[in-house]
């Protein structure tokens, strides 16, 4: 009977495995292209300092946005943390915290590119209670919203940011 159960079993893990389809991808898209965007050499950044990467061709441009005590960045996924728009300005948010170890002040921290230069590292959170893992993106025209997740106390869900202005006014 152990011997029947494992066959069976040994039988349907293999039939799952063979099972999968490729996915078949057009000969268009497995040679397409990406160009290389310029204004983002244009912004104040440094050259990533890596003595064993193997292509230095590749080797991406770094620009500091912002400085923050909170490491865990993403909540394992990874959200929409920068923006650029047309005119080569940019938004950018973060988590941040600087309160060892359990970051009540944590939240979103913000940063603007004005097509020249960044705007000062943020130094306190955009919201009036503790918050995480903000995503950006613009809103209508000219404006720009920010979501980030709230959780304890008495709420619990989404706080939203938004803005008609990007990079300007409250």
């Known amino acids: 009977m152990k011997r029947l159960l494992l066959f069976s079993l040994a039988i349907c893990i293999g039939m799952a495995l063979v099972a999968q389809k490729r996915a078949m991808v057009p000969e268009k898209l ?55 728009y047309d005119d080569g300005t940019m938004g950018a948010t973060c988590t941040i915290g600087y309160s060892d170890p359990t970051f009540s002040d944590r939240g979103t921290g913000y940063n603007y590119y004005d097509g020249d230069s960044w705007g000062d590292d943020p130094v306190e959170r955009l919201e009036s209670q503790r918050s995480g893992w903000p995503s950006y993106a613009p809103l209508g025209e000219n404006g720009e919203i920010n979501v980030a997740h709230i959780s304890g106390g008495a709420d619990d869900g989404l706080l939203i940011n938004k803005r008609l202005n990007k990079g300007s006014g409250d």
Do not use: C, M
């Open 30 to 84: 497995r040679n397409l292209a990406v160009k290389k965007d310029q204004s983002f050499k244009q912004a104040n950044t440094t050259q990533f300092q890596n003595t064993i990467y193997r292509y230095p061709g590749l080797v991406p441009l770094e620009t500091h946005v912002g400085l923050t005590r909170y490491d865990q960045q993403t909540n394992s996924t990874n959200q929409n943390r920068i923006y650029k």
